[in-house]
Nanobody, 126 residues
Framework: QVQLVESGGGLVQAGGSLRLSCAAA????????VGWFRQVPGKEREFVAV????????NYADSVKGRFTISRDNTESTVYLQVNILKPEDTAIYYC???????????????????WGQGTQVTVSS
């Protein structure tokens, strides 16, 4: 079991920034791909970004490219999502997820991931 804990959400004005963190309790995330998803109540969960095991060449949803950056720390026990130039439509609960997936074409699908955190709320005011 991998326990994931997200933090860093909050209320921010449009154009502002936040850094979201996804920490694995007591273990490294190096064996896993780690993705960020977001969900607005009543809507489908949406893929945001994925960090591959080596931390290189992350993938992003088109809606966040150029504004969001996913990264891993040196110990690989935490994955970050730097969210910049926030827009009201970025308002959602942000979830991180870890998976043992070794492919390269299903990273944007929720069922690809094995473990999920509880989510952190991001609210962007206009």
């Amino acid at each position: 079991q991998v326990q994931l804990v997200e933090s860093g959400g909050g209320l921010v004005q449009a154009g502002g920034s936040l850094r979201l963190s996804c920490a694995a309790a007591g273990r490294t995330l190096s064996p896993y791909i780690v993705g960020w998803f977001r969900q607005v109540p009543g809507k489908e969960r949406e893929f945001v970004a994925v960090s591959w095991r080596d931390g290189n060449s992350p993938n992003y949803a088109d809606s966040v490219k150029g504004r969001f950056t996913i990264s891993r720390d040196n110990t690989e026990s935490t994955v970050y999502l730097q969210v910049n130039i926030l827009k009201p439509e970025d308002t959602a609960i942000y979830y991180c997820a870890a998976g043992t997936y070794y492919g390269n074409d299903a990273y944007d699908r929720g069922p690809t991931y094995d473990y999920w955190g509880q989510g952190t709320q991001v609210t962007v005011s206009s």
